[in-house]
């Protein structure tokens, strides 16, 4: 918003036309001689510089999020982005902050690790190198920097449905190195609930259920950036990802295209449990929420009933049913994108 100029007083007394160019002629001088140097420009900010660092669980605004080694992290949800207020400070694992490279902030995430964040609305989809923690919004995903952002194209917007899957190690020194993370590889844990749905999976009481419909919960259209053992066969290989521009060499810096195959509907998962009847315990002490299914899926060859609130209209509309689910006692609820 433009700030009014001060109001000025021409009521004034006349000044001496002497005296305005005596005074006026050093400034002149003084503006000449700057004008024919080189401005100053600021020093780029350092790359790398940080540790390997997973952390400890941490609380914040009631939620607790529990850092751990996972490289068959995927995940959908939304993404927002940070700049300008952040650039050139300190990330978590003690790097700087650069908000015209590519990087991002989880929080759960190792760090530094490389991911590939996709955006569901359009089909782009890049390598970003974590290296901070957050967002600490209740319902985000991933917070992006702005380059990222302008990359994904949703900075002007602010937010974009996006899938977040894990790559690798990153490079200490700083970067994406090849795109592919270096050589080291976690041991995957065991696939479990969070420790906050493991509560309310063994608090809940256990009802009699005649029916529940259930439906299969393939993964959102998209692309894995290096085959995983754990891949369902619907995910397209990443040899149909096309370069963008056309011709130009798919780097690990490079924006790709992969097939989605539309901006998909957004949910509040309040759990994910796999006992049957205590997703219908919880599906039912949802249901003044509106709509509220029980979804199955198979990780590892064990079934999960994920308890979902939607489909919703827009993100606006999920981050109030979002608190409405944490309202009810969970927590561990999040927004994710089908």
């Known amino acids: ?13 006349a000044v001496p036309r002497g005296l ?7 400034l002149a001088l003084a503006l000449a001689a700057c004008s024919t140097g080189t401005a100053p420009t600021s020093p780029p900010l350092k790359t790398g510089g940080g540790v390997y660092k997973v952390g400890n669980p941490y609380q914040i605004a009631g939620i607790w999020y529990y850092p751990h080694e996972d490289d068959k992290y995927d995940s959908t949800g939304i993404a927002s982005w940070y700049g300008p207020q952040f650039h050139g400070k300190p990330t978590a694992n003690g790097e700087i902050f650069d908000q015209n490279a590519l990087t991002a902030a989880h929080p759960t995430l190792p760090m530094p690790v490389l991911a590939r964040v996709t955006n569901l609305e359009n089909g782009k989809s890049i390598i ?25 194209d949703f900075m002007t917007k602010g937010t ?18 090849d795109g592919r993370g270096v050589a080291e590889s976690f041991i995957a844990p065991r696939v479990d609930t969070p420790p906050e749905e493991r509560k309310v999976e063994g608090t809940a009481p256990v009802t009699k259920v005649a029916t529940v419909a259930t439906a299969g919960l393939p993964p959102p259209a998209g ?18 990802m096309q370069p963008i521009p056309d011709g130009a060499p798919a780097g690990p810096e490079t924006v790709q295209r992969v097939p989605v195959t539309g901006p998909g509907n957004l949910y509040v998962q309040a759990g994910s449990f796999q006992n049957l009847q205590n997703a219908e315990s919880v599906r039912q002490q949802l249901a003044g929420l509106g709509r509220v299914e029980i979804q199955t899926t198979t990780v590892d060859g064990t079934s999960f009933y994920r308890v979902r609130v939607g489909p919703l209209t827009d993100v606006p509309a999920a981050d109030s049913s979002l608190q409405s689910v944490i309202a009810q006692g969970h927590k561990g609820a999040r927004i994710v994108v089908d």
Not at 1 to 13: G, Q
């Open 160 to 177: 974009a449905k996006v899938r977040v899957q894990y790559v690798g190690l990153a490079p200490l020194e700083g970067g994406l190195g």
């Open 20 to 26: 305005i160019f005596a005074a006026i002629l050093p």
């Open 223 to 240: 692309t894995m950036s290096a085959p995983l053992a754990s891949a369902p066969a619907s995910v397209p290989p990443a040899s149909n």
């Open 1 to 13: 918003m433009p700030i009014p100029a001060p109001r000025t007083d021409r009521r004034c007394s």
């Open 128 to 152: 970003v190198r974590i290296n901070d923690r957050g967002p600490f919004a209740a319902g985000r995903e991933i917070d992006l920097s702005k380059h990222a952002a302008e990359q994904l």
